[in-house]
């Protein structure tokens, strides 16, 4: 099957802001303990961080990382979490019916964080808690010293003041599931509230109000109008999370699911311009896309699980084993976040080690790399820089979710002489010839093509084999300003042109 499609060195979306490609780590199941943090572990450092999953963790690149919850935020005392580990208190994680042994906190996370490069996105407790304690907080983190709780954080050794921008207010206040759940103009006045208060110490954060907790919500997207009409000139984002699955077993369909999303940011998009046009900000408020992931191989399972539990420490909890599928969907879903980097500047993948992520950890064993980790990986370092228009051509489809669905999804993002693109061809069975022209750039050439296909859909990556990972492509070429040549039925391309 034939397809045409066009790029111009002209037509531009948006630069890409870096954090499209964040991560989301929770105090829930193993993703700290015995995920990132296993003192004992042959691989631990001299903070009791396991050095193998560091080193996946830092081959991602990632630039920003929020924490600590989740729905754990909602009834965390952030100070359990500080001053001698053997003083801290064991509390109960009313979220997952756990037990939290404050082990880590904000000190240890910041250690392993910084060590990595990576900037902390901190979440605060809008659901138990509320300014007071968010304010304290963000003068512990950011207040250089000569205050109570900045003094407090130099007693603990941390002399200079971490300087976090990013502050989420809260999480999923709509979910009835949430401790402290409210109705959106409650909660969208506590935010405004506790925005004043943390801009009044930190003029320059960046914060993040919390939209519905996905589009299926019955409150959606009634929720986002009423809480921005209530503090939309103090925040910068609103939150969006959507979780995928394919329970039906009807590929194109979970496929189809990334075009939803593209409606769903949309739908939000509207809402921020009529909120602006109706207030007459002169502010802008863009989409921070805080959680994101495929999240069904075991969720109803999971859920049955925790729900009766006995209050176990660091339980195994949401360890999803992603199949080839996954890695074609999360594939996807980051070209629709390159095309949407107009709107759409923060993104987490949720969540990052062990708990629905793409890097897995053996209590005491070996940690591998999940078959999502590599499109996130290959975003995170070549999709990075300007996202160029990509006009396709080509045959659709249409499923219960979306209508028109090309089979070829593709991005293109431009950067210092080089443009790289995305491409996943979803067909199931049929070759793609792709004829892809590259307007305005006369002499480009092919400085690398990785490709992951051949795969069974449900293939998996496990601790003793990684078979789901790239390799290099043939059969692409540039012959006269045309990148062109075959793309296997579900093949997932990553061609980078000097140009
Ligand atoms: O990532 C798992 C959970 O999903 C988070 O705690 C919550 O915010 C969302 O519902």
């Known amino acids: 099957m034939r397809v045409n499609a066009a790029i111009h060195r002209d037509f531009a979306i948006s630069n890409i802001d870096d954090r499209l490609y964040a991560a989301f780590i929770e105090h829930m199941g193993r993703a700290i303990y015995s995920g990132i943090y296993e003192p004992g572990h042959p691989q631990a450092d001299q903070h009791g961080f396991r050095r193998d999953v560091a080193q996946f963790v830092r081959d991602l690149k990632i630039p920003a990382i929020r924490y600590p919850g989740g729905n754990f935020v909602s009834a965390y005392n952030w100070e359990d979490g500080i001053g001698p580990k053997a003083d801290r208190p064991v509390r109960l994680d009313l979220a997952w019916r756990s037990k939290e042994s404050n082990q880590v906190g904000i000190n240890e996370f910041a250690t392993w964080a910084n060590d990595l490069g990576i900037d902390m996105m901190l979440a605060v407790n809008l659901g138990s808690r509320g300014i007071e304690e968010a304010r304290n907080f963000m003068e512990y983190v950011n207040h250089p010293g000569g205050t109570y709780w900045s003094d407090l954080r130099r007693s603990h050794g941390v002399d200079k003041p971490y300087n976090v921008k990013m502050w989420c207010l809260g999480n999923e206040m709509d979910g009835p599931w949430q401790i402290g759940a409210k109705p959106a103009r409650e909660y969208g006045r506590l935010a405004d509230e506790t925005a004043k208060a943390l801009r009044a110490m930190t003029p320059d954060a960046e914060l993040i109000v919390c939209g519905s907790s996905n589009d299926q919500m019955p409150t959606y997207p009634e ?107 999360v594939a996807g879903l980051l070209n629709e976040f390159i095309r ?8 987490c993948i949720a969540q990052l080690v062990n708990v629905i992520a793409p890097i897995r ?13 590599w ?125």
């Open 375 to 499: 499109p996130y990986q290959l975003a995170s370092l070549y999709g990075r820089g300007t996202a160029l228009r990509v006009a396709v051509d080509g045959p659709k489809y249409d499923c219960e979710v979306a209508s028109d669905v090309d089979f070829l999804d593709i991005s293109a993002v431009t950067k210092d002489g080089t443009v790289t693109v995305f491409i996943v061809n979803r067909h199931l069975t049929e070759t793609l010839d792709l004829r892809l022209s590259l307007t305005g750039y006369k002499d480009a050439s092919i400085e690398f093509h990785k490709v992951i296909e051949g795969h069974d859909l449900m293939a998996t990556n496990g601790p003793d084999a990684e078979p789901i990972a790239p390799a290099d492509g043939k059969g692409l070429a540039v012959d006269d300003g045309t990148l062109g040549g075959k793309l296997a039925p579900l093949s997932y391309h990553v061609v980078r042109l000097k140009v």
């Open 223 to 329: 929720w986002e109008r009423s809480v921005l009409e209530e503090c939309y000139e103090h925040v910068d984002y609103i939150s969006l999370h959507k979780y995928f699955g394919n329970s039906s077993r009807d590929t194109l369909n979970f496929f189809g699911k990334i075009e939803e999303t593209g409606r769903y940011i949309n739908a939000i998009g509207g809402v921020i311009d009529f909120v602006k046009a109706k207030k007459r900000a002169k502010n802008d408020v863009h989409i921070c896309f805080d959680e994101w992931n495929v999240w069904y191989h075991r969720r109803e399972e999971d859920s049955r699980r925790w729900r009766t539990w006995d209050w176990p420490e660091a339980p195994d909890l949401l360890e999803e084993n992603y199949t080839f599928e996954d890695t074609l969907f």
């Open 340 to 347: 949407r980097s107009d709107r759409v500047k923060i993104a």
């Open 361 to 373: 950890a053996d209590k005491g064993g070996k940690a591998w790399r999940q078959s999502i980790y």
